[in-house]
């Protein structure tokens, strides 16, 4: 691992030195480079690593990577990263964590400017999400990052990518599924990474006609036998409710039946939180709720 911290040291300084037409000139041999050191997790000699060795190192590789990025031009590096999309598909669970720890850093470090590329992200992520075992711990860390890469993606964007029905309808049906894994992933993972991730697809949809759908999907879960499922939609419905305001309550008609049946839930944290939401929705119409929940 040292010896692999001190490599990237000396290639973050060659790139600060060198010019970005030298940089150019050299990109088959530092993609292969980045490539080997992004799949660190897959090779023998690296499995020992602690967690914290580990993160340390893929956020140096992180930083490196970017360094490279910022001397190329779009043109130059868009092949770059779609071959990269197609070499992690094609990899393990613990290649696909270090890609996208590194997509996270790659979407939060250049922001709105390399929205469109979350093109090459959407299939891979939809079929991680799809595809997950809630009980593996090497899965779950996986889902993780692919939520907080999306959510990055979510909410950096200033050109209505998601906007477009064919980028909000590939990613939102596979976003709101995954409160199905409630019961088994921790609530604080629910709460931490999958209801920021809705929330900022939500509000980066801006669009009545996606947000409707993406609350039609969610009022569906208010249904499901498992209280941890409920609870987990409900704790999502305040965070949009705070975030969205007066733009999310403009279909408090279709929530309504599901906020008068959750007063009364079996589960008493359920039934709690419902009166937190029910206070928040009063808080921003500035009148009680209680002739329209009889």
Known sequence: MQSLNEYLDVLGWTLDKHSKATISKNIPALTNT??????????????????????????????VV????????????????????????????????????????????????????????????????????????????????????????????QDGFWQAPAHFGAVAPVLVEQFRHAPVVALDLSHEELIPAVVELANAADSQEHQKELNGALLKHLRSESAGVRLAVVLCEQALTDRLGEDWLGMLPEMLPYISELQDDDDEVVERETHRWIVKIEGILGESLDSMLQ
């Open 34 to 63: 980045f490539m080997n050191a992004l799949d660190l997790r897959s090779h023998a000699q690296y499995k020992q690593a602690s967690p914290t060795q580990l993160k340390s190192t893929e956020d140096k590789i992180n930083e």
């Open 66 to 157: 970017l360094k490279m990025i910022y001397k190329l031009n779009d043109a130059a590096f868009r092949p770059i990263f779609s071959s990269l999309m197609e070499w992690s598909a094609k990899g393990n669970v613990a290649r696909q964590q270090s890609v996208y720890g590194f997509l996270f850093a790659f979407f939060d470090g250049l922001k709105s400017i390399v929205t469109s590329y979350a093109t090459y992200v959407i299939d891979g992520a939809v079929k991680i999400l799809g595809a997950t075992d809630p009980k593996d711990q090497e899965q779950i860390e996986l889902w993780r990052r692919v939520l907080h890469t999306l959510r990055k993606c979510f909410e950096h964007d």
